[in-house]
């Protein structure tokens, strides 16, 4: 299936800003985090179609992903 | 410490005495402004006539050595919302007024006659003096020409001819370390109060003064370090604000659907990517300007920047997430030199930043440019720097704009603008900005971190479920940290991190010499918002004016096609603690 991942602020060092690869069925936030190299830890915000999503969260055909470390402002 | 009044309507002209606290003892910041204005302004004055009074105090913890300390409070009754106000900046004024031993220095009266005048603060006293040399200067030729007589080692205090006109968008500027005028109390119209005690500057020179020196000094410097630790270690205010500063929250409110697009139409924008943190950064480095720039001394967040323009000079800071939403996809521009050119004439004319772009934004709506117009948006804002007829309605803000060109979507509570997140995204952020005692405003209580940065506890933002209690506590501590003279982003980690925020009780408590515990900064959060919400009701706010506008219950938008949920007895449960 194919999915979108974006990434955000530190997590573009060394990778990508957006992406569209295929994915096995079922993948979820944390396969794909860590075939980026993403620690938990590192992991902040996840958005999956603008919703809040949790790392065991199983993607779909057509999903776009956004990936942020932990940020803030205001 | 003492406090200073200076009467304006004094026979024979301004009078300036000096007193004790008394009452007031122990309060800085916020808590000093709102219990004053609480306590001396009629509710029901004007807010341009003798009755109002401006108070402008440092924080409780400012002109001490302690860290992030350098926010200072002004507070009145606003002439934009009617409400009573604190509009918090940073900038140096805070820690050099501090230094000279003022806990509030107050305006008060109303001079006869026309004369402008300037207000000199230094060991030696207060001295007010007419300089009708200074009229309808905007802030960067007035602090230019200040410099000149009272030199680099100084802060300074400004209103451009925004507040000259009294304006109700006009805000107060403040000079950062390198004596830009670009840390303003932006809301609420604290500059047309000041405009109307015809007060033009404020001069503080703490020269010959010391830091304020702690009772317990080994433990202040203990908490201090610990407190600096934690501030360093958090992602947040240790790694994503110095990188990128506020704008980074660009993606990340327009990935969750909350950025509010072409006057609340949209929570996502086509051209976010152009406007956000990352791209501002990498342009301003390229540009040798900087990512990474403190407000003021002893900040170690340095959530700002130097934003230069094509040619490499200087245009303005680097603007703020709200006011490159305000100026940018709010009004459907993507081009960050637009909005760096409007940031900079924002502060030079003295207007708040974010009231100005929502403005712009309804006057799009209203037909008088389209979205999108980048030099009809810069030629608006000249309307209001040249004081023309259209450029004092548009400078008078959102609510009056909308009403005089017959817009029905005006986001705006208690006549103030709203900020850069969407109440129907944001659930939260919709009951502080419905709830709190100044009118929409995001940092009164600011819901957007739980809601949609996870920080501090996890609140699903397009549920009701949480949000009251959630604004209620975050409006309650953030009373509390506005008094304290510190940051308030300080929050992102006292929130996650226990010993951050114990190393900040500590500051607090080895610098006045007693124990402090979280129920104490409860507790004082709760007796500055009780003040603010009884001048309001005295002023004759009820309920009712605790709502969002309609269009908010009524119009559904994308991306997630869903309007304000929260009930009108939920948001009356706020302040029930």
Redesign the interface.
């Known amino acids: 299936m194919k999915i979108t991942v ?1 990434l ?3 997590f ?1 060092t060394g990778r990508f800003e957006v992406e569209t690869s295929d994915y096995p069925p079922g993948t979820t936030v944390a396969e794909i985090a860590e075939r980026l190299q993403l620690t938990t830890a590192e992991l ?2 996840m ?1 999956c ?4 999503v949790k790392l065991d969260y199983e993607l779909v055909e057509g999903d776009v992903l ?1 990936l ?7 | 410490m003492k406090i200073a009044r200076i009467d304006f309507g004094a026979a024979g002209g301004p009078q300036v005495t000096y007193g004790p606290l008394g009452e007031y003892a122990g309060l800085g910041g916020r808590a000093m402004t709102s219990l004053m204005v609480a306590t001396e302004v009629h509710p029901l004055a004007h807010a341009l006539g003798a009755e109002n009074k401006l108070v402008i105090a440092p924080g409780m913890l400012s002109g001490t050595t302690g860290s992030m300390s350098g926010r200072l409070s002004v507070g009145c009754k606003s002439p934009l919302t009617g409400t009573i106000k604190e509009s918090n900046a940073g900038g140096q004024a805070a820690q050099v007024l501090a230094r000279l031993g003022y806990a509030a220095v107050v305006l008060e009266g109303k001079p006869l006659g026309n004369d402008l005048y300037k207000i000199v603060i230094n060991k030696d006293g207060i001295q007010v003096i007419v300089d009708n040399s200074l009229k309808l200067l905007d802030n960067y030729p007035l602090v230019a020409k200040l410099r000149t007589e009272y030199g680099d080692k100084v802060a300074y205090m400004t209103i451009g001819s925004a507040g000259e006109r009294m304006l109700l968008a006009a805000s107060i500027a403040c000079t950062d370390p390198e004596l830009r005028p670009t840390r303003h109390c932006g809301r609420g119209g604290v500059g047309a109060v000041m405009g109307s005690k015809h007060v033009k500057a404020i001069i503080i020179d703490d020269a010959g003064a010391k830091m304020r020196p702690p009772k317990d000094p080994d433990a202040f410097r203990d908490a201090n370090r610990k407190f600096v630790e934690g501030l360093r270690k958090h992602p947040v205010t240790g790694e994503g604000l110095p990188a990128y500063g506020t704008n980074v929250l660009t993606n990340i409110l327009n990935e969750a659907g909350g950025y509010p697009t072409k006057n609340f139409k949209s929570g996502t924008y086509e051209g976010s990517s152009k406007l956000s943190g990352e791209a501002q950064a990498e342009l301003e480095i390229k540009r040798g300007g900087k990512a990474t720039h403190g407000c003021h001394r002893g900040c170690v967040i340095q959530c700002s920047g130097i934003y230069n323009d094509k040619d490499g000079n200087y245009l303005t800071k680097q603007p703020e997430y709200e006011t490159t939403w305000a100026h940018g996809g709010n009004c459907g521009i993507d081009d960050l030199d637009t909005v760096a050119m409007l940031d900079y004439m924002d502060d030079n004319i003295g207007v708040d930043t974010m009231e100005m772009g929502v403005t712009i934004g309804v006057a799009m709506d209203a037909g008088l440019i389209e979205f999108g117009d980048k030099e009809g948006a810069i030629r608006l804002v000249e309307e209001v720097g040249k004081g023309t007829p259209l450029g004092r309605v548009l400078g008078c803000g959102a609510t009056v704009t909308g009403k005089v060109f017959a817009v029905e979507r005006v986001p705006a509570v208690k006549d103030q603008a709203m900020a850069a997140y969407d109440p129907r995204a944001v659930q939260g952020i919709g009951v502080t900005y419905a709830t709190t005692t100044q009118g929409a405003d995001h940092t009164a209580g600011y819901a957007v971190a739980t809601n949609i940065l996870k920080v501090g506890g996890d609140v699903d933002p397009l549920k009701t479920a949480g949000q009251i209690e959630l604004s209620r506590n975050l409006q309650i501590a953030t009373a509390a940290i506005d008094s304290t003279g510190m940051c308030l982003f300080i929050a992102f980690a006292i929130m996650d991190q226990p010993e951050t925020f114990q190393a900040l009780l500590d500051m607090l408590g080895s610098f006045y010499g007693i124990t402090m515990t979280g129920d104490d900064v409860v507790a004082l959060g709760k007796k500055v918002l009780s003040a603010e919400r009884d001048f309001n009701t005295r002023a004759g706010f009820t309920k009712h004016h605790d709502r969002l506008p309609r269009f908010f219950y009524n119009e559904a938008i994308a991306p997630h096609n869903q309007t304000f949920l929260m009930k009108d007895e939920e948001l009356d449960d706020v302040f029930n603690w």
């Open positions: 974006k955000f602020a530190s573009r902040g915000i958005l179609n603008h919703r809040h956004a942020f470390p932990l940020l803030g402002g205001g």
